[in-house]
């Protein structure tokens, strides 16, 4: 797959990928979207912001699938239950990635194991490792409509 999967957090969990035949439309739209999340690297997270300015997690997935034609809901928990589930193994970049147990946190996966994420505040905007908190802190993944 482009990018390259990650090995799942649990097995079994995840629902089937989109069609392939969806996937060319896709990749446009994510590459819009992954173009504006870069663009915002070093930009401060600020609890709350969605630019732009500064951006918190979700503000800054929400604003990056904006510039792409997509509408996603505010907070990182319920960007959870939009789209598409995806499984771990078949992650695309600008697919969204989501942490801890209760999917509190969000960032948008590049491809090669790595996402662009606000990581809280204090910190800056910035693209790293998608095992940044630990394999064990990611939860789930969705592709956005």
């Known amino acids: 797959m482009p990018g390259g999967p990650i090995a799942p957090a649990a097995e079994g969990t995840f ?19 992954l173009g504006f999340a870069r663009a915002q690297i070093g930009r401060p997270c600020v609890q709350g912001a969605s630019g732009p300015g500064s951006y918190d997690c979700s503000g800054l997935t929400l604003a990056a699938w904006r510039t792409a034609g997509a509408a996603l809901p505010r907070t990182a928990q319920e960007q959870a239950g939009h789209g ?28 090669d194991g790595t996402i662009v994420h606000a990581p809280g505040p204090g910190a800056t905007v910035r693209e790293e490792s998608v095992f940044f908190a630990g394999a064990q802190a990611i939860h789930s993944a969705r592709r956005p409509a």
């Open 15 to 33: 629902t089937e990928a989109q069609a392939p035949d969806a996937g060319a439309a896709y990749a446009g739209r994510a590459a819009r979207a």
């Open 84 to 111: 598409t589930q995806v499984p771990l193994t078949g992650l695309e970049p600008g697919d969204l990635v989501f942490f801890h147990a209760d999917a509190g946190h969000v960032g948008l996966y590049t491809g």
